[in-house]
């Protein structure tokens, strides 16, 4: 099964109270279509890259299966840059600046070959793009999309007309109260419901996450990491992750979708024990089934 993700392609500074980088690969969709690929899926990728794009960078997102024909190079361009701070708790991060450069004004045409892919994950991005690429498909199985706040303050018409059009929302607690005004989780996501998913599902950070629809709940615990590095695009493994399982087992039951919560998990735990993508790069997948493993053994009663 083929994975289609469309999301940003970034090249990120990073301060935490240990350590700081420049210009390391990041973005929505890198985090997104890498956690993905350890399914053995076909995963292809939509984004948008400067001039600047390392090509160290291309052959990396290559190493690891990705189908880059989606992967536009603007060649008098500057690639989207992003920096951001953490504090000594990782649960607070300030952004310190955002170029938006060549992914300003970009609007993507899907290649023929991925207008027929059966899953479909619409990484944070504007919720027009976003709607734009789910006319240019065929039928998607799945469709999930993910959010943030600055489209929910600035965009909100396109994000509801979005939301009609989609099978699951994945968005963060503080988004889920700032959609609805709710502060209780359950209520939150009910409410949103009601604009047209079928699930929702919010990330809690080191608390996991909970899937809710008309007839079902579930909290997928998150895997504990005793040291975190850079809790950068964990959100986005989390989501490429589950979208990843769910390819490769051909199903979107309930049971699946826990399942695929829950890899999902397993998967972002070890984006954040390095900065970037870096730990991703030396992740064989006898290490996410043993981390699985220990999740279901953790919570087993």
């Not at 997104?32 to 400067?50: D, E, H, M």
């Not at 291309?58 to 008098?76: C, F, N």
């Not at 951001?84 to 023929?112: A, C």
């Not at 998967?267 to 064989?284: G, L, T, Y």
Request: proline share 4%; net charge negative; hydrophobic share 40%.
């Amino acid at each position: 099964m083929a994975v289609l993700v469309v999301g940003t392609v970034t090249l990120d500074t990073v301060e935490t109270p240990s350590r700081r980088v420049e210009d390391v690969l990041g973005g929505s969709g890198v985090y997104a279509a890498i956690a993905a690929s350890f399914f053995r899926n076909t995963v292809q990728l939509i984004g948008v890259v400067g001039a600047d794009f390392p090509q160290t960078y291309t052959d990396i997102l290559q190493t690891h299966g990705i189908d880059l024909q989606g992967l536009e190079r603007v060649e008098d361009g500057k690639t989207f840059r992003w920096g951001g701070r953490y504090t000594e708790d990782f649960n607070v991060r300030d952004t310190l600046f955002t170029e938006l450069n060549v992914i300003e004004g970009f609007q993507p045409v899907l290649p023929e070959t991925y207008k027929d892919t059966p899953y479909l994950f619409l990484a944070n991005n504007a919720p027009a793009l976003q709607l734009s690429i789910i006319e240019q498909t065929k039928n998607p199985k799945l469709i999930v999309c993910d959010t943030m706040d600055f489209w929910i303050n600035e965009e909100r018409a396109a994000l509801e007309a979005l939301l009609a059009r989609v099978d699951v929302l994945i968005l963060n607690d503080s988004e889920a109260r700032l959609l609805t005004g709710d502060t209780n989780l359950v209520r939150a996501a009910e409410t949103i419901l009601r604009y047209g998913p079928e699930r929702v599902i919010v990330k809690k950070g080191e608390h996991g996450a909970i899937s809710i629809t008309e007839s079902s709940y579930f909290n997928a615990p998150a895997y504990p990491i005793k040291q975190v590095a850079d809790p950068t695009g964990a959100g986005d493994s989390f989501a490429g992750g589950m979208m990843g399982y769910l390819a490769s087992v051909e199903d979107t039951s309930e049971e699946a979708i826990r399942s695929a919560m829950v890899y999902g998990a397993v998967v972002a735990s070890f984006n954040i024990e390095d900065f970037s993508i870096n730990r991703q790069k030396r992740v064989q997948f006898s290490e996410i089934s043993s981390r699985y493993q220990e999740l279901q053994e953790a919570v087993r009663f």
